[in-house]
Each structure stands twice: as structure tokens, then as C-alpha cells.
């Protein structure tokens, strides 16, 4: 049997990857899955994240901890190879699944990799006490979530967040369910994702006010060190985790961060 060269995959090169297309089946839900929530704090550009992001990347010293993630062939991929994805997607459930395949399993594995005692996984498997439930958490190794995400299907206009940060009313309304989960977790960093696109989000102080900061959408095509990841994002959000900069001792009033809306309004 003719063998196939290989290639030994490391942590470095997964997290600047870009994250496989959805492949979207021919009938899917169109209805909008936006909460009737709207952000009414301070909310501004995180205008330094995709400079932070790279940062963080090319700080650490990915040379220390390099265990053989996977083993890939140099040639290119057949049509039925487990490297291609083939799995297709109709709702909100079936993105889920591929976000946790391509960047929560891969970014966990990462963690071990470089001894880091954070894990992806669902809020639900996380040991944090709250009525509520985000799609995704970040939990330390006692089980607390130290950081939330939400996701939603990309096909549904009013899930767009490429629109949505060019419109402030349109943007506030997209972030006040997660930024109404932020305030009761008293947690400093999320993001909210379509998979196809994602913006990474902090709450932050400065002179004694409050306010919601978000990033720029960041592609699931791109590619690092030419551009930030999603996994290069994500890896910045748990650096800063890890480092203790995960809570945020937000006092606001929630009326003074978030409000309820009439369903039909966006």
C-alpha cells in the first residue's frame, strides 16, 4: 500500500486557521431568533482588538508546549476525507454543533496543549447557577464560566452583524441579550458569532463610566497572521481569562444597560 506524507499539526497553526463554510441544507428556519433586548448603555468600538488579538498571539511562546495535535496529508483532501465538512445545517442547533466541532473542540484541545485549565463546552455543563442560558461558556477548572457566547444562524438578515455595526440602533438591539447576560454574570468578555462571522465583546470602566465594547465582525475565513482569526480572537479572550481579567464589577442599575423591547421591532 503506497503510503501518503504527512504533516504534524501544532497549536500554533490551528489557532490562525480559518473555520471551515457551513454547508447549509435546502430548507432551513427563517425566522429571526434576535431577543427583544435592547443595549441602552455606553457601547463603543473596540478599536485596539485586532492589534490586542495579534498581540497576544505572537506573545506567547507557542515553542514551550508542542504536542502533535493531529497528523494531516500534504496532499490535498478527498471529496469524502473527515477534513471536509459534510455535515449540513438548518437551524439554530446544527450551527451550534459546528461552531463547538471547529472552535470550541479545537480551542479546548489547544488549552491542554498549553496546560491552560480552561475548557469549552455548553452553559449548561458549566457549574455557574443563572436562569438564563448562553449558548457557549469558557469554564475554569472548578466548572465556573468565565466567559459566555451566543450564536445565531447567519442566513437570517436581522442576524447580520456586518449590518448590524453600521446601524447603532440596529447593533444594540443584536447585542442585549448578551450584554444582559455579561451584567448578570458579572463577566468582562463574550462574543456573539453566526459562525460565519463574530464579534468579541468587553465591558470595561474608564473615568467612573461603564461601557460595552465590541469589535469589528471578525470573517470565519480569516486566515493569521495576515488577519485575525476566530481562533486567534478566542485566544486572546481566554489569555486574558486565564491571566484573572475575567469579572467585571459592574454596579449599574439593568435598566441603565439593557431594556425590553416589543417583539416585531427589529
Partial sequence: MAKHPCVIVHSSTVVQEPLPDLQRG???TDSS??????????????????????????NHDWRRYKAQLELRP??????????REHVLVGQEGGVQGRWMEHVGQDMTAILKDQLIPL???????????????PDVACMGSNGTAELIGELKVPWVDSHSLTDAVTTDD??????????????????AYAFMSTYEDTIFLRQVQAAGTWSLQYSE????????????SVRMGMWFLVDEVQQGRS????????????????????
Avoid at 500534504?74 to 477534513?83: C, E, G, K, R
Avoid at 440596529?170 to 463577566?187: C, H, P, S, T, W
Fill in 26 to 28: 435546502d430548507h432551513h
Fill in 33 to 58: 431568533a434576535i431577543h427583544p433586548v435592547k443595549f441602552v448603555g455606553t457601547l463603543q468600538p473596540w478599536t485596539t482588538f485586532a492589534a490586542d488579538a495579534l498581540a497576544a498571539f505572537q
Fill in 74 to 83: 500534504t496532499t490535498n483532501p478527498s471529496v469524502p476525507s473527515l477534513l
Fill in 119 to 133: 475548557r469549552f463546552g455548553d452553559f449548561k455543563a458549566s457549574a455557574t447557577a443563572y436562569a438564563k442560558q
Fill in 170 to 187: 440596529k447593533l444594540r438591539q443584536v447585542l442585549g441579550q448578551i450584554a444582559e447576560y455579561m451584567l448578570d454574570l458579572g463577566l
Fill in 217 to 228: 465582525p471578525i470573517p470565519h475565513t480569516n486566515r493569521g497572521p495576515q488577519a485575525v
Fill in 247 to 266: 469579572r467585571a464589577n459592574n454596579l449599574l442599575r439593568k435598566t441603565q444597560w439593557v431594556k425590553e423591547t416589543r417583539k416585531g421591532t427589529f
